[in-house]
């Protein structure tokens, strides 16, 4: 039987698959940083992997059936604008990784919960608590002083860096709210291959417009294009949609705060890349920032499944 949220689970396996997909999802900043191709080109092969294994995956599970199904003819246009957005958020981020240091662009594209926060008000109606509203006020005056320092002490490559990892963000929140609308109802094999098909395609226009070359012939090049599908993409959250079927959502949005110290980690032991004080010190203000906001969110969240009454203690 498949473990649902409330049902009684092992925490070891639970506490694996969440170091697991905190580990894979890390890795994606030091692949990125080492390789040469143009964040668009990197894009482009990413998805374009991505599609294939998660279509590949669909089809072992038996669920390429929901590409003619009802969900997808119905909302087909709004998946492939999410896949745009999907494609803005990589290449934006991308491109801010080659300008600055891993810990400042990371903890910055993952102020994403401050706007995903922002827009469910806004948009879906959900209410944030005060402990949420203080946790954004935190992360915003951090993520001024990173980007203000960055500007003051690094140049105007690092604060385009950071401000592209701000953009990144905003595009990242978008996604999460598109997805939270128009993923329901079907699978996420389905789901992620035409989001992903669809974020290959806008980076391939994008290519074309500027006149960049995708054809990327280095076999470390292709390499690092076929790790990143795998090890972030496939490994990191797929398993974190697993995760979802076994813990509720507030728990698996834990990740969120991991992912920053991850691949701030991973980037010293790979790259030797040891950020700044100051980044670190704003570093460490916007995690508690986000880490209020997302807590905050919990909670409501946890309150809702509690007031349904839920006699297994969701």
């Given at each position: 039987m498949q473990d649902t949220p409330g049902k009684s689970v092992d925490r070891t396996r639970v506490t694996l698959l969440m170091l697991l997909s905190i580990s894979?999802?890390?890795?994606?900043?030091?692949?990125?940083?080492?390789?040469?191709?143009?964040?668009?080109?990197?894009?482009?092969?990413?998805?374009?992997y991505g599609a294939i294994m998660m279509a590949s995956i669909g089809a072992v599970?038996?669920?390429?059936?929901?590409f003619r199904g009802p969900v997808l003819k119905k909302n087909w246009v709004w998946l492939v604008l999410i896949g745009f957005i999907l494609s803005l958020h990589f290449s934006t981020w991308f491109a801010s990784l080659k300008l600055t240091t891993i810990a400042a662009s990371v903890m910055l594209v993952h102020t994403a919960p401050i706007t995903t926060a922002i827009l469910s008000t806004v948009i879906l109606g959900e209410s944030l608590r005060r402990r949420s509203w203080v946790g954004i006020l935190i992360a915003v005056a951090g993520a001024i002083f990173l980007t203000w320092n960055s500007l003051v002490a690094e140049g105007t490559g690092a604060f385009l860096g950071n401000t592209l990892a701000l953009l990144s963000s905003v595009f990242l929140a978008i996604y999460f709210i598109g997805g939270r609308k128009y993923a329901k109802g079907l699978p996420n094999s389905v789901y992620t291959s035409v989001v992903y098909s669809s974020a290959a395609l806008a980076a391939l226009v994008f290519c074309a417009i500027l006149g960049i070359n995708i054809l990327v012939l280095d076999?470390?090049?292709?390499?690092?294009?076929?790790?990143?599908?795998?090890?972030?993409?496939?490994?990191?959250?797929?398993?974190?949609?697993?995760?979802?079927?076994?813990?509720?959502?507030?728990?698996?949005?834990?990740?969120?705060l991991g992912e920053p110290i991850g691949a701030t980690i991973l980037g010293y032991l790979v790259l030797g890349?040891?950020?700044?004080?100051?980044?670190?010190?704003?570093?460490?203000?916007?995690?508690?920032?986000?880490?209020?906001?997302?807590?905050g969110m919990a909670q409501r969240d946890r309150n809702s499944a509690l007031s349904l009454d839920d006699t297994h203690g969701a």
């Amino acid at each position: 039987m498949q473990d649902t949220p409330g049902k009684s689970v092992d925490r070891t396996r639970v506490t694996l698959l969440m170091l697991l997909s905190i580990s894979m999802v890390s890795s994606a900043s030091v692949l990125i940083k080492m390789s040469a191709s143009d964040a668009l080109v990197i894009t482009f092969w990413r998805t374009l992997y991505g599609a294939i294994m998660m279509a590949s995956i669909g089809a072992v599970k038996g669920d390429l059936s929901e590409f003619r199904g009802p969900v997808l003819k119905k909302n087909w246009v709004w998946l492939v604008l999410i896949g745009f957005i999907l494609s803005l958020h990589f290449s934006t981020w991308f491109a801010s990784l080659k300008l600055t240091t891993i810990a400042a662009s990371v903890m910055l594209v993952h102020t994403a919960p401050i706007t995903t926060a922002i827009l469910s008000t806004v948009i879906l109606g959900e209410s944030l608590r005060r402990r949420s509203w203080v946790g954004i006020l935190i992360a915003v005056a951090g993520a001024i002083f990173l980007t203000w320092n960055s500007l003051v002490a690094e140049g105007t490559g690092a604060f385009l860096g950071n401000t592209l990892a701000l953009l990144s963000s905003v595009f990242l929140a978008i996604y999460f709210i598109g997805g939270r609308k128009y993923a329901k109802g079907l699978p996420n094999s389905v789901y992620t291959s035409v989001v992903y098909s669809s974020a290959a395609l806008a980076a391939l226009v994008f290519c074309a417009i500027l006149g960049i070359n995708i054809l990327v012939l280095d076999p470390f090049e292709m390499a690092l294009f076929i790790a990143l599908a795998i090890f972030p993409t496939v490994l990191g959250h797929s398993v974190n949609n697993y995760l979802l079927t076994l813990v509720p959502a507030y728990i698996v949005s834990a990740i969120v705060l991991g992912e920053p110290i991850g691949a701030t980690i991973l980037g010293y032991l790979v790259l030797g890349e040891q950020p700044p004080e100051m980044t670190l010190v704003a570093f460490v203000i916007i995690l508690f920032g986000v880490a209020l906001v997302v807590s905050g969110m919990a909670q409501r969240d946890r309150n809702s499944a509690l007031s349904l009454d839920d006699t297994h203690g969701a």
